[in-house]
C-alpha cells in the first residue's frame, strides 16, 4: 500500500485559488496513476483528475480549464492547482494511487468556498 498525505485545503472566497499538495510515500509515478477526488456531503465520492504514468491527464467536465493536475518526482508530490473556486466546488478533496488491482487513498484535505 502507498502511504498518502494531503494538505493545502483551507477556506477561500469565490473566485479565489489553492493548491492542493499531496504527498507520497516513493516514487511510484512511473507506475500509479494518481489522482485528485473530492466528496461534498450528501454526495458520491467523484474524480476530479487524474495523471497517469505517461504523463496525460483527465478531467472532470466542471473543473476543465480552472484546475489543473501536475506532479514532481523529484518532491515525490502530486499538486491540484485549482483556480476560479466556486462554491460548488466545496468539499472533502482525497489523492489516490490506483493500479488495476490495487487502490490507496489519503485522509483527505477541506475545501470551503465561500464569502
Known amino acids: 500500500q502507498v502511504q498518502l498525505v494531503e494538505s493545502g485545503g483551507g477556506l477561500v472566497q469565490p473566485g479565489g485559488s489553492l493548491r492542493l499538495s499531496c504527498l507520497t510515500s516513493?516514487?511510484?509515478?512511473?507506475?500509479?496513476?494518481m489522482g485528485w477526488y473530492r466528496q461534498a456531503p450528501g454526495k458520491q465520492r467523484e474524480l476530479v483528475a487524474d495523471i497517469r504514468s505517461t504523463g496525460s491527464t483527465n478531467y472532470a467536465d466542471s473543473v476543465k480549464g480552472r484546475f489543473f493536475i501536475s506532479r514532481d518526482a523529484a518532491k515525490s508530490t502530486v499538486y491540484l492547482q485549482m483556480n476560479s473556486l466556486k462554491p460548488e466546488d466545496t468539499a472533502v478533496y482525497y489523492c489516490?494511487?490506483?493500479?488495476?488491482?490495487?487502490?490507496?487513498w489519503g485522509q483527505g484535505t477541506q475545501v470551503t468556498v465561500s464569502s
Open positions: 516513493g516514487n511510484i509515478f512511473s507506475i500509479y496513476t
Open positions: 489516490n494511487a490506483r493500479l488495476i488491482k490495487e487502490s490507496s
